[in-house]
């Protein structure tokens, strides 16, 4: 029963996505494309980058505060829950994944369970509902068993493959080992049988450089 | 098998369960009917994302507070991202879970599991058995067992019944539920639900008041109506 039961209607729930997003962008060509914030919250999983999080965070913020607002009644608590809700986005952002949904619904559902656990704390109440229990198939993709594929083959298919192809080769092998592999600095260091200081630098210079690259095609 | 689901939760019921202002147990019920339910899988994501829509593109006032969401800005961005390679990403998928009653396992839904493993031991009465789920507020949410060819005596609701077919059948004056269907029962409904000879069934019930028998000798069983709630 439950297997019959996961992509049924995607192909909707996708343009669906798609049109919202797009209309969500401040668009500037006719291409289509993914909006803003979804490319701002891959700049900041990509490498924590903080003028990417910091557009989205003074956009969202005030946002989730309204929201906030209404749910809560209160100022304090609507607050309380914008940081959380916003220091998730931060923290996670490389859990988000551009296929399953928009950044803002994204967002939303985080912030949505922020509160609804907020409210349950509050009530300290042990062994009870939470939010994990109650939100799963793709809105709080933190459950996603295979969240870190999916992700990578949207990040590799879709935006930063030509890219990632014009890598010098041994910037590219490193990234491959550390983003796509997820080995440690230290192991790929002893497996190139490279120094670890020439790993981190040619991590450091490949995301400038994918980072050049994606910044030239929002431009 | 394959049994489309017919009773569903209202649009109001999924509006208000993606947007986490449901009450708790109710919110259960309608989560593991998602779990459940293709079609309303695909309702609570459209929803989702047309509610996030709503906020994403509501208007707010100007620049007030600047200060204040600095200070939050640089606060969040001084922690540390969770790392790409830190176990922290990747809780364990849901283990399939199942519970075990009168000898019959049955798989349940993911939204289920955790509590599931928490829930108090069987009790039984004649053909028909619950276990509570351990949770906190008003309503009752338990898992009823009702073994195959056992009717479950007439009874109006004093409150809201929800009831999710879990795994076989029931049937009652109104129709017939299979795996997803959701029963919404309002308060003075009354109903004599009851299982087909050759199966029998596993639900999940939330109840927010207790069950009133209604006939003949039944209305013995008022002053056990605590079993059902």
Known sequence: MLETTVLTGHHDALAKQKRISQRMTINTDNEPRTGQWEDA????????????????????APRLRAFGIKMFGNEQQAMEMVQDAMLNVWRKARLFDATRGCASTWIFTIARNVRFDMLRKKQSRKDDISADDLWFDGDYPEQESNSSDSWDTMLMSEKLAPHFDALPPAQRMVMQKVYLEEKSHQEVSDELAIPLGTVKSRIRLALDRLREALDDTRS | MTHAVKFHPGLMLLDQYVEGSLSADVALAVSAHIDLCPHCQQLSKDITNDQAAVLAE?????????????????????????????????????????VTVNGRTFEIPRALARLAEKQNKWLHLGGIATAKLPTADKQHVSLLYIDKGTEVPNHT????????????????ENGEYGVGDLLINSPDDTHTPRTLADEDCLCLSVLSAPLKFNKGLTRLLNPLQQFFY
């Open chain 2, 58 to 98: 509501q208007e707010v006032s100007g620049r007030d507070a600047e200060q204040e969401w600095q200070q939050m800005l640089n606060f969040i961005t001084s922690q540390p991202a969770i790392s790409a390679a830190g176990s922290v990403l990747t809780k364990p998928a849901p283990q399939v879970a199942s």
């Open chain 1, 41 to 60: 919250l891959t700049l900041v999983a990509l490498h924590q980058d903080k003028a990417a999080y910091a557009e989205l965070f003074s956009y969202f």
């Open chain 2, 157 to 172: 609701h004093l409150g809201l019944e929800m009831t999710l077919v879990l795994a076989g059948k029931i049937v009652d």
